[in-house]
């Protein structure tokens, strides 16, 4: 008699993390030589304390430096992208640099999050400062935020990042269904490069909602998992955002 044997496996969680090619480098206004770029989370697990390693090169192809950084969002959910950028701060060994690479070093899964922020208005604008983002983000979670921040990704014509800050909402604590302005200002010698940028907001208690979720999903996802993610294509594109829903915009100056 001849007889088969089945065995059932759990299906695991796994991070699948990878390094988009939209990264680019070059001397910033300090003279020190600055890269940016974007991991994107192509698994099925919510990942945490992803850094982000930066080897430079000179033109013989020996090792100039190698810095290692984390990415702009702490938390990075399956499906989504966080920025990243690596400043070699020495004016002498940036002149040196030929090329660069860049690769993930480090990495931890997390069950971690809830979806509670949503970026609720934002408008831009480029003067003789720089590129100014700002807007309101708001907390629409069930218990108080600490410590929430916006991050800007901000692109050429050609898709490619050319810079990416972070920079806390004002106040950066939230009461539940409270609101707060933001900013973010991208320096002048980089401004006029811009064609484009994308939002990101999360907090120590809150992460990433993703984008284009029907309300039944979104429903179901504030009582599981992570923060808001705003995809804005349109510098001069102004007003409220659909609460709970997240959009994407196209366009270009």
Known sequence: MLASVCYVYPVTAAPNL???PTDSGYLNDHSW???????????NATVTNVYVNAT???????????I??????????????????VTLMSTVESQKVHNYTVRIVQNSTTQSGQVGLVIVSRTSSLNSNGFRVSGTVENIGTQSTSFT???ATF????????????NDSSPSFLEVNQTAPFEILLNASVAGQV???????????????????????????????????????????????????????????
């Open 18 to 20: 990878n390094i988009l």
């Open 33 to 43: 030589y600055y890269v940016v770029g974007e991991v994107q989370n192509g698994g």
């Open 56 to 66: 430079f090169y000179n033109s013989t192809g020996e090792i100039v430096a190698e």
């Open 68 to 85: 290692s950084q984390p990415t702009k969002l702490s938390i990075i959910l399956p499906g989504r992208i966080s920025p990243f950028d």
């Open 149 to 151: 921040a916006v991050i």
């Open 155 to 166: 692109y050429d014509a050609t898709g490619h990042a050319v810079a990416a800050i972070r």
């Open 195 to 253: 064609d484009h940028y994308a939002l990101e907001a999360e907090s120590y208690d809150y992460e990433l909602i993703p984008e284009f979720q029907p309300m039944a999903l979104v429903s179901a996802l504030l009582a599981l998992s992570t923060t808001v993610g705003l995809m804005v294509k349109r510098f001069r594109n102004k007003g409220m955002l659909r609460k709970q829903v997240i959009a994407k915009e196209c366009g270009h100056t």
